[in-house]
């Protein structure tokens, strides 16, 4: 069974990071990925960024291009999303979800369907 356990959130003020983790467990093979989505109050989730264990190939919606970056230990099978530059629109239960397939491109798919409890960031203005 896969398993996704996410930590690392918490109040910060505007222009502060930082870093979530990502700990999975359970995969058969490889060819998985790895994702970050975010919900906030009133809003659809949606995907923040993702990357692909087998060649770390990775995405970034075009809101947290050039202040979030996703990597991935796959020693410590962990994968990060390093928070920089901070907005208070960035405020969101932020969750990490495995896929067993990943398709990245102009857009990430995959199905998600193992899902942590998500973890709270909240960004002060």
């Not at 969101?92 to 998500?118: E, T």
Request: net charge negative; proline share 2%; hydrophobic share 35%.
């Amino acid at each position: 069974e896969v398993q996704v356990v996410e930590s690392g959130g918490g109040l910060v003020q505007a222009g502060g990071s930082l870093r979530l983790s990502c700990a999975a467990s359970g995969f058969t093979s490889d060819d998985y990925g790895i994702g970050w989505l975010r919900q906030a109050p009133g809003k659809e989730i949606e995907i923040v960024s993702c990357i692909s264990r087998s060649d770390d190939v990775t995405y970034y919606a075009d809101s947290v291009k050039g202040r979030f970056t996703i990597s991935s230990d796959n020693a410590k099978n962990t994968v990060y999303l390093q928070m920089n530059s901070l907005k208070p629109e960035d405020t969101a239960v932020y969750y990490c979800a495995a896929s067993d397939w990943i398709i990245i491109g102009s857009m990430c798919g995959g199905n998600f369907a193992s899902r942590g409890q998500g973890t709270q960031v909240t960004v002060s203005s």
